[in-house]
């Protein structure tokens, strides 16, 4: 190999890109491919926020976590666990610095884009049986037609019986289905805009398409069959659809994509991709530097609403108790804490480079994605991490020896979105966002490369063993 010229030395030295891991460390490949067996289990036992709680509730107690008792005392190495209305979740690990020195927190969420049945919302028309619904999240309506979609959620019954549903995930379960146009009658539809390809009020599920026996004198007899058939089921009757939560989401399992089976497709990997990752790192650490905070949170995809998103004052108040106890002042806990808001963010797409900038954009297979602000038209809406912050998690990251890169949600005013980090921030907590690139987020099957699963692993549980 001839000698390197000065100027070859100078370029290695000052100019930086970031590798694919699978050219730079194909060992890392095999060590992804395995970490994702238990990532797509998760994926298929977790397809609600509240199916999450339980996954999570479940892996929690067997790696030996408590629930939180905000009376009792715990000591350096202490794990417990929190749950918000069977929707939201914070574990913690108790660390060895006062929290007086900060916790470390990271915030994934656990919600998804989706259909939501409407309170009142099983007809009948023209023989069919359908159910009408109001989609949840940032969703590209057309991609929800012509695909299967399951039925998940909890109904109260008049005496206040809880009953759950999921139906539509087992072998043998029957799927419902959002119908469209066939091509040869859709001349006019596909004259609209893809934004309205599939309009709202068109989203309605067929749920049902034969007449309950021996009904000549009775209307709505196709009704009536569904009817009877939930209350076979599970005991309802129409009335009890407005005590209810039902969610329609795609029914498919998670697979391997690729003759390489380098990437996971699944639905709401947005964002269990970093819940999943979050507790395998929050579970594994034994006797952290910092109390940790794992927190798998709730309606991030409509704003971080209501009282299990991070916008409410659940987190501060559990805080508050934990410092109460130690004798802490919970504000200083706040000031010196230091969070990752876990989310995916937008991996770069060749068939729409357009829409993004190639220096600026994260990579599938280049590792977790640290994304200094999100947010939309000069950043509105974002958190833009200190440059302090960035530098801390990316001493953790690279000490470590994980593989990151960095990334923004899509070129300057070609859109934009936010995340939990906001809020966070709003705490008065340093925040930055970290997680994993994603292809076709917020689709009914979205795209993550294993890599960059298994590396956003290896990042938090940096964050959470480092001093
Ligand atoms: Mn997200
Ligand atoms: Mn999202």
Redesign the pocket.
Known sequence: MSKKTKAQELQEQLTWTFPHIGKDSPGQIEKASKYCEGYKAFLNAGKTERECVKAAVKMLKKAGYRPYDRKASYEAGDKVYYVNRDKALIATTFGRKPLSEGVRINGA?IDSPRLDLKPNPLYEKDGLALLKTHYYGGIRKYQWSAVPLAMHGVVYLEDGTRVEISLGEKEGDPVFCVTDLLPHLAGEQNGRKLSEGIKGEELNVVIGSLPYEDSKDVKEAVKLKVLALLNQYYGMTEKDFIRAEIEMVPAYRAVDIGLDRGMVGAYGQ??RVCAYTALQAEMGVTDPVYTTMTILTDK??IGSVGNTGLNSDYVLHYIQTLAERKGADYKTVLASSLCLSS??NAAYDPTFASVYESRNSCYAGKGCVLTKYTGARGKSSSNDASAEVMAKVIRIMDEAGVCWQTGELGAVDAGGGG?IAQFVAGLNVDVVDLGVPILSMHAPFELASKLDVYHTYLAFRAFYTAG
């Open positions: 969420h947005d964002d991030e995809e989310d995916v995340t």
